[in-house]
């Protein structure tokens, strides 16, 4: 059975709970603050435990929860007056070296086993495709782009998994008729959409973690092309 957990409500679950006990702490007399002051200050956490939250869930997907991670620190370091900087003065500087090491790690991910895919899309689209019969693993991560990954005259033996990250972006896996699909992770302001058919008596399994942030994803099934020149099922 496809697994449908979501770390998402989870995650909003826990900062509810927080904000609760703060509230009630702060009615009762056992804590004095100012709870518009900490919000205004220590918003920043919030975007650092989406970053960590990320990286723990799809860690194979590691630049996108890296880079939030990062950014939540330099905030919440910048909200406390650590950091003496306007950040403001730094973002197209900081905007520029992050697509450039996008399209580097992009170039670099082509280098790659047929057993494991990486693929990097900052900006643009890309394409990935294996025929390999012992499918592993893969890592994707599109920020402000798009990637398809054909997996559609793959095999897996026994077990496989896929860690998707996406910001303002979408990724779509095409996967054989014959594998379990299971799909789990962290939908902030978007989502993943699972097409693909269970296969009547069970096969290979593949795990799906994704997390999808003002993004979407999508697996789905296809005609297997057992030759070039066939045209592909969409």
């Given at each position: 059975?496809?697994?449908?957990?979501?770390?998402?409500?989870?995650?909003?679950?826990?900062?509810?709970?927080?904000?609760?006990?703060?509230?009630?702490?702060?009615?009762?007399?056992?804590?004095?603050?100012?709870?518009?002051?900490?919000?205004?200050?220590?918003?920043?956490?919030?975007?650092?435990?989406?970053?960590?939250?990320?990286?723990?869930?799809?860690?194979?997907?590691?630049?996108?929860?890296?880079?939030?991670?990062?950014?939540?620190?330099?905030?919440?370091?910048?909200?406390?007056?650590?950091?003496?900087?306007?950040?403001?003065?730094?973002?197209?500087?900081?905007?520029?070296?992050?697509?450039?090491?996008?399209?580097?790690?992009?170039?670099?991910?082509?280098?790659?086993?047929?057993?494991h895919v990486t693929a990097i899309a900052f900006w643009w689209g890309t394409e990935r495709?294996?025929?390999?019969?012992?499918?592993?693993?893969?890592?994707?991560?599109?920020?402000?782009?798009g990637i398809e990954l054909d997996l559609r005259d793959?095999?897996?033996?026994?077990?496989?998994?896929?860690?998707?990250?996406?910001?303002?972006?979408?990724?779509?896996?095409?996967?054989?008729?014959?594998?379990?699909?299971?799909?789990?992770?962290?939908?902030?302001?978007?989502?993943?959409?699972?097409?693909?058919?269970?296969?009547?008596?069970?096969?290979?399994?593949?795990?799906?973690?994704?997390?999808?942030?003002?993004?979407?994803?999508?697996?789905?099934?296809?005609?297997?092309?057992?030759?070039?020149?066939?045209?592909?099922?969409?």
């Amino acid at each position: 059975m496809e697994s449908r957990r979501s770390y998402g409500q989870v995650l909003v679950g826990v900062l509810v709970v927080l904000a609760g006990v703060v509230l009630l702490l702060e009615r009762t007399g056992v804590v004095e603050v100012d709870l518009g002051t900490v919000a205004a200050t220590l918003w920043p956490l919030l975007v650092v435990l989406v970053g960590v939250t990320s990286l723990l869930l799809v860690p194979r997907a590691w630049f996108g929860p890296a880079v939030i991670t990062a950014s939540g620190v330099v905030l919440l370091l910048d909200r406390l007056d650590v950091l003496d900087v306007s950040l403001w003065e730094y973002l197209w500087p900081v905007a520029v070296i992050l697509i450039g090491l996008g399209i580097t790690f992009g170039a670099a991910a082509r280098n790659e086993r047929e057993d494991h895919v990486t693929a990097i899309a900052f900006w643009w689209g890309t394409e990935r495709r294996t025929r390999t019969q012992q499918f592993r693993s893969a890592s994707l991560t599109a920020i402000m782009g798009g990637i398809e990954l054909d997996l559609r005259d793959a095999d897996i033996q026994g077990s496989a998994r896929i860690d998707v990250f996406t910001f303002w972006g979408g990724v779509d896996i095409k996967v054989p008729r014959t594998w379990e699909v299971r799909t789990t992770g962290l939908p902030l302001l978007g989502g993943w959409e699972n097409k693909a058919e269970l296969p009547v008596g069970g096969g290979p399994v593949l795990d799906v973690r994704i997390v999808a942030i003002m993004a979407g994803a999508e697996v789905r099934n296809g005609k297997q092309r057992v030759e070039r020149g066939i045209q592909d099922a969409r």
